[in-house]
């Protein structure tokens, strides 16, 4: 088993073959890959030792100290965080070894085509076909949310194979293209100014056969996968002390004695308490992974992650008056990460909104711990047995 001692010195190697200063950032991102010290906890061959998920913070603390790059993870966190997991759990040997590679350097960028018009919270409700053609098949439909996917090489797809059988049966799981022909990218501008997401329409796209994961018609299964690690990713990121949405009102109030209210430092004391053991438990889930995949926990930590960013951001423009109603610019960017953290307070504020409705919704999560943490009755279910030809669309 490789244990903390064994990783230093491997990370130690590591810097002495490749010195940061000397050596250009993709390079050093391929050698810390081959060198198993990418995400230690993934096999061997695969940018890791098989090593236990908590000795990573052993092997990055050294890579900071020695002024390292990092793979920005911000800039690739549906790669990271829901299509690497995924691609692991399900994919061929071939996928694990062409695709984690250069997912991880961030050398190729990831999207989800998962949302569509008519499917978000009821995502197996998705009408964007699959159809076999020999060793392809043919994709045809619309995709909408779609984060990154103008910076992305490569998305993670579900489509309905067949349309005979209940909503859940008849999805694919696919690995698509974004450079192939008919696939068309367009942003969509959002409540802060920004285009950070797109509607994605697909017309005649080839997929070959050999870029499904998992099997024909198991594509709801594998999508839980990448589901349960979406709302981990999300939610439940490391962070310091004071290092989410709480960071920067409380440098503010200490900075701005004169903005100082009795009502808001009561009110701002409970949040930062709310803040330390939200990201506390976040620390816990993710020492429980340790063991294996995620499970509807992440949703607890998610949902608690979106309804503090609101209420703290909602303090913050409260905390500075006239000032916190100033916005900084409205032209439309094209980010290319998102820092729900970063820019002024109206930004906060406004970006905040979308975290109760990214990666499922506070509501369709608080469904998701009522039934499979707490054991409530389910929501009655009326379309289950139903071929999703005849559903009422
Ligand atoms: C910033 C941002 C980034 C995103 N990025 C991506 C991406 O990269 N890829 C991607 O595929 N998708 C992405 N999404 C889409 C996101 O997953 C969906 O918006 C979300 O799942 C909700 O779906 P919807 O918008 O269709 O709303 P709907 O499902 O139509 O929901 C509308 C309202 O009804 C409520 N509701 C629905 N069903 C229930 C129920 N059973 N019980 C109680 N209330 C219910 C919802 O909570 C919501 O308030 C992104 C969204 C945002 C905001």
Not at 45 to 58: E, H, M
Not at 134 to 154: E, F, I, M, N, P
Not at 327 to 350: I, N, S
């Amino acid at each position: 088993m490789t244990d903390a001692a064994e990783l230093k010195r491997r990370t130690a190697d590591l810097l002495a073959a490749y010195p940061p200063p000397d050596t250009d950032r993709p390079a050093f991102l391929r050698a810390r890959f081959d060198a198993g010290l990418a995400w230690v906890h993934y096999p061997e061959g695969l940018g890791g030792l098989g090593a236990p998920r908590t000795l990573q913070a052993v092997v990055d603390a050294e890579l900071e100290a020695a002024g390292a790059p990092d793979n920005d993870p911000r800039r690739i966190g549906i790669g990271l965080g829901m299509a690497a997991p995924t691609i692991l759990r399900y994919g061929t040997e071939e996928q694990k070894q062409r695709f984690l590679r250069p997912l991880w350097t961030g050398e190729e960028v990831w999207c989800q085509l998962f949302s569509e018009p008519g499917a978000g919270s009821d995502l197996a409700a998705l009408g964007t076909r699959a159809v076999r053609e020999g060793d392809s098949w043919v994709v045809d439909g619309q995709k909408v949310w779609t984060s990154s996917a103008h910076l992305a090489r490569w998305a993670i797809l579900i489509a309905r194979t067949d349309p005979d059988v209940p909503k859940h049966q008849g999805i694919t799981y696919f690995i698509c293209d974004m450079t192939d022909p008919g696939v068309e990218v367009r942003p969509l501008r959002q409540i802060t100014g920004e285009a950070e997401f797109n509607e994605v329409f697909l017309t005649d796209v080839r997929i070959p056969d050999a870029r499904r994961l998992g099997e024909v018609g198991d594509g709801w299964r594998v999508a839980q996968t990448t589901l349960m690690n979406e709302r981990v990713s999300i939610g439940g990121m490391r962070l310091p002390r004071e290092g989410g949405m709480i960071g920067p009102v409380a440098r503010t109030w200490r900075e701005r004695p004169e903005l100082r209210t009795h009502d808001l430092h009561q009110r701002l004391l409970k949040l930062w308490v709310e803040s330390e053991v939200s990201r506390l438990t976040a620390e816990r889930l993710r020492q429980q992974l340790v063991a294996g995949q995620p499970g509807p926990e992440g949703s607890g930590t998610k949902l608690a992650f979106a309804r503090l960013n609101q209420e703290i951001s909602g303090l913050e423009v409260e905390l500075l008056g006239k000032e916190g109603l100033l916005y900084d610019d409205w032209t439309m960017r094209r980010p290319e990460l998102v820092d729900f953290t970063g820019r002024d307070a109206g930004y906060r504020y406004l970006r905040a909104k979308g975290n109760s409705i990214e990666g499922g919704t506070s509501e369709v999560l608080l469904n998701i711990v009522a039934e499979r943490v707490l054991g409530l009755p389910a929501e009655p279910r009326t379309d289950k047995d139903v071929a999703w030809k005849d559903l009422a669309r």
